[in-house]
């Protein structure tokens, strides 16, 4: 099923975030695969409300950002309720991809850090170093309980559960979990990013103060 983000956005952000709810609630194992942005149940507020302020912006929607950004906080309960298994994958880069600015992702980082210790949680990141000839990054897309695909497009919001389909998105998820790193390495490139981001602040600062001497 193929739905335009007009239709799906009309009645505002909030309306759009409710109703993926109950998808949310029912689902038991939960794969994710993402390219630039750190996903929804990982996303700390302030991370979130720059995507939902962008997305509002760009689409000239109705600002409703802070009730929107309250269900999409309010999901995230999922994490740490039973019975539930989050498989996540993350290119290399989107830990580099600033969004909200450099406090921000900073923070967004950090938490990353904290919830991938989670019993829930499985945190792969694929280096950006990693061989691709065999397997190239695709679309970001999640995969609910290996029964349903949904992958984000710039026009729409796809929806997938023809068996054959959801099993090559289930078959390309294994292939990229093989090139990704787990655990103390995991964390390892993760901290390597907040120790990029400390750098550039400190470099601004400094960049700053100098101006500030030369205008005096």
């Known amino acids: 099923m193929y739905v335009e983000w007009r239709r799906l956005e009309r009645a505002g952000l909030r309306q759009a975030q409710e109703s993926v709810r109950s998808l949310f609630e029912r689902t038991r194992r939960f794969h994710a695969y993402s390219t630039w942005l750190i996903p929804g149940p990982l996303q700390i507020s302030?991370?979130?409300?720059?995507?939902?302020?962008?997305?509002?912006?760009?689409?000239g929607l109705s600002d409703d950002v802070e009730d929107a950004l309250a269900v999409r906080m309010e999901r995230q309960?999922?994490?740490?309720?039973?019975?539930?298994?989050?498989?996540?994958?993350?290119?290399?880069?989107?830990l580099r991809m600033v969004v909200g600015g450099s406090e921000t992702m900073m923070g967004q980082l950090g938490h990353l850090l904290t919830v991938s210790s989670l019993p829930s949680v499985s945190l792969g990141i694929i280096p950006a170093s990693a061989d691709?000839?065999?397997?190239?990054?695709?679309?970001?897309?999640?995969?609910?309980?290996?029964?349903?695909?949904?992958?984000?497009?710039?026009?729409?919001?796809?929806?997938?559960?023809?068996?054959?389909?959801?099993?090559?998105?289930t078959r390309v998820f294994a292939e990229?979990?093989?090139?990704?790193?787990?655990?103390?390495?995991?964390?390892?490139?993760?901290?390597?990013?907040?120790?990029?981001?400390?750098?550039?602040?400190?470099?601004?600062?400094?960049?700053?103060?100098?101006?500030?001497?030369?205008v005096r």
């Open 132 to 169: 691709r000839s065999a397997m190239r990054p695709v679309e970001d897309f999640w995969i609910f309980d290996r029964a349903r695909v949904n992958v984000e497009l710039v026009s729409a919001w796809l929806t997938i559960t023809q068996p054959k389909e959801v099993e090559m998105y």
């Open 77 to 94: 309960g999922v994490l740490r309720e039973g019975g539930r298994t989050f498989a996540i994958l993350l290119e290399e880069p989107t």
């Open 176 to 214: 990229l979990a093989g090139l990704a790193v787990y655990g103390g390495r995991a964390r390892s490139l993760i901290t390597a990013a907040i120790d990029v981001l400390v750098c550039s602040s400190r470099g601004s600062r400094r960049r700053g103060n100098l101006g500030r001497r030369d």
């Open 46 to 59: 302030a991370y979130t409300r720059a995507i939902l302020k962008a997305t509002a912006a760009r689409r």
